[in-house]
Structures are given as structure tokens and as C-alpha cells.
């Protein structure tokens, strides 16, 4: 079984824990994009989307399911459904890879549930071997590498094209690599704190309340406490 057969199979299980006639929120990634792919089938049950992404948007748009701005919801959203670069055997993960970390904690925070879906490769004993991403103020960037230096890491300014990979907010990334994030929800705290930092890539304090894990002997369904 190839990864992409792993994403489709947890997407298409994902399909199960979308409420009829509700808003739900959607992630952003290849994961997420294949979850939309199979949420196209059954667009007429659900009252809509938020997405975490221009991209998601797009893909959304594109297949005909209506996307709300986050200020015309006045509700808590049932369901966020997303992938992840890395998660722990406590629902903790680490968020960005694809650079949507910012929109995806908010609709996180505005969800009762958060789904996530991921192939099997991505469950980690202790988080950290993915590089952690987190969103600068770009002028903060130099300051706020050092910061995250200083923790023991090593942040490099995220590029795309040789060029700094600006977000969807218009913010650049630092990715921080060598971490073993033996305590997520602190460091969570300590990043975000940095003056500058506009949000960092750790879902810890608002971890997944069930994984979908993607594996050869089919989809393990992973429950947290919350
Ligand atoms: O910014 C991107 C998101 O956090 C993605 O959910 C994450 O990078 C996982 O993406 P993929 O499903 O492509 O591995």
C-alpha cells in the first residue's frame, strides 16, 4: 500500500464523523486534500465549510461545497478535520508543514472535536524529529531565531524559490529542527509567548481528540482524553 492509499483510506473514514446539516472545519495538506476529495461526495449533507487555508478554499470552491468566513459563524463548529506532520500517543502534534498552522489553530479553537488523519508514519513517540514551524512578524524573524536557539534547537528561515515562503497571513516561517519536545503543551506556551511569534506548530493544548491512523492492516482509530 502506497502512502497516498493510506491518506485516501483515512479520509474516506473521516466521511463517518462529519455531522448532517453543519459547518465543519477543514485542514489544510495532502491528507486534507483527499478528505475534501471524498467530503465532495456527500456535499449536499452538510451545511458548509471553514477553511484553513486559501488553498483548502480553493479546492473547496472548486468542488462546489460553500466555504463561511470564521466571523459569519456564530456557533461552535462540530468538527475540524486535518492531518498532521507528527502526533504523539496523547493527541499532541506538530502542525505547518505546509505553512497553515495559524488559520488551522484557529478553527481548531473554534471546534468541539478535532479529527485528525494521518498515515502511520506520522504517530512519534516523542515529537520533534519533523522540524517545528512556527509564524513570525517578519521583522522579528532574526530576533526570534535566536530566541528559539537558545532553547536548543536550530531555526532556519523557511524559503521557497530562494526566496522567504511567505504565509497566507503575509508572515514568514522559521523551522526549528533538532527537538525532542519531551513537554509540548510548556514549550507550546514559552513559543507563543515570544513577542513577534505569531503562532507556533504545536497542537498540544489543543491536541486531536481522535486520530484515524492509516495503516496496512487498515484504519486504527486512536481516542484521547480531553
Ligand atoms: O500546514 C499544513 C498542515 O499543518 C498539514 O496538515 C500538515 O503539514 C500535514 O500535511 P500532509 O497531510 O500533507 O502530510
Known amino acids: 500500500m502506497s502512502q497516498d492509499d493510506l491518506k485516501l483510506s483515512v479520509a474516506r473514514a473521516a466521511v463517518n464523523y462529519v455531522p448532517e446539516g453543519k459547518i465543519i472545519g477543514v485542514g ?40 463561511f468566513d470564521l466571523n459569519d459563524i456564530h456557533d461552535s463548529i462540530p468538527v475540524y478535520i486535518d492531518g498532521a506532520d507528527e502526533i504523539s500517543g496523547t493527541g499532541a502534534m506538530i502542525k505547518g508543514g505546509g505553512g497553515a498552522l495559524t488559520r488551522e489553530k484557529i478553527i481548531a479553537s473554534a471546534s468541539d472535536r478535532f479529527i485528525c488523519i494521518a498515515d502511520e508514519s506520522k504517530l512519534v513517540t516523542t515529537l520533534g524529529k519533523f522540524p517545528l514551524p512556527v509564524e513570525v512578524i517578519p521583522m522579528a524573524h532574526e530576533l526570534i531565531a535566536r530566541k528559539l536557539d537558545a532553547l ?74 480531553k
Open 28 to 67: 489544510t495538506g495532502s491528507t486534507a486534500n483527499f478528505f475534501i476529495d471524498e467530503l465532495a461526495r456527500i456535499k449536499d449533507r452538510i451545511a458548509g465549510t471553514v477553511a484553513s487555508s486559501k488553498a483548502t478554499a480553493e479546492r473547496l470552491v472548486s468542488h462546489g461545497i460553500r466555504v
Open 152 to 225: 536548543g534547537g536550530q531555526a532556519r528561515l523557511r524559503l521557497k524559490d530562494g526566496k522567504p515562503f511567505i504565509t497566507d497571513n503575509g508572515n514568514v516561517i522559521l523551522d526549528i529542527s533538532g527537538l525532542q519536545i519531551a513537554r509540548p503543551e510548556e514549550l507550546e506556551r514559552i513559543i507563543n509567548n515570544m513577542a513577534g511569534v505569531v503562532t507556533v506548530g504545536l497542537f498540544a493544548q489543543r491536541g486531536a481528540n481522535v486520530c484515524l491512523l492509516g495503516s496496512p492492516d487498515g484504519v486504527k482509530v486512536l481516542e484521547f482524553d
